[in-house]
């Protein structure tokens, strides 16, 4: 009922900045709790960032703190992540991800209901 799609990602050196976006479907896109998450190669998909359906409060996993910022605009259905100070570690793919069944921001993938197909980061040293 939902589609999620990433935009964004790309090459950049550490200590460098990308800003992605997630374009979502639907008009209920508002009510949606939203979050980012990572997967780096032969590892499992972790956290990154939470935000709730209204803005007002954010989640962050401790390996981003002070370097990435959530957001989102529900006029344009759009959420972000802008990710500043970027480490060789930040290498991943990352995705977004909507979750329309909890009351509250989860920080666990299995929590979500609709994901993106992920778009790639790549920070070199």
């Known amino acids: 009922q939902v589609q999620l799609v990433e935009s964004g990602g790309g090459l950049v050196q550490a200590g460098g900045s990308l800003r992605l976006s997630c374009a979502a479907s639907?008009?209920?896109?508002?009510?949606?709790?939203m979050g980012w998450f990572r997967q780096a190669p032969g590892k499992e998909r972790e956290f990154v960032a939470a935000?709730?359906?209204?803005?007002?409060?954010?989640y962050y996993a401790d390996s981003v703190k002070g370097r990435f910022t959530i957001s989102r605009d529900n006029a344009k259905n759009t959420m972000y992540l802008q990710m500043d100070s970027l480490k060789p570690e930040d290498t991943a793919v990352y995705y977004c991800?909507?979750?329309?069944?909890?009351?509250?921001?989860?920080?666990?993938?299995?929590?979500?209901?609709?994901w993106g197909q992920g778009t790639q980061v790549t920070v070199s040293s």
């Open positions: 639907g008009r209920t896109f508002s009510s949606y709790s």
């Open positions: 935000i709730s359906w209204s803005g007002g409060r954010t």
């Open positions: 991800a909507a979750d329309a069944s909890h009351n509250i921001v989860t920080t666990t993938p299995w929590a979500y209901d609709y």
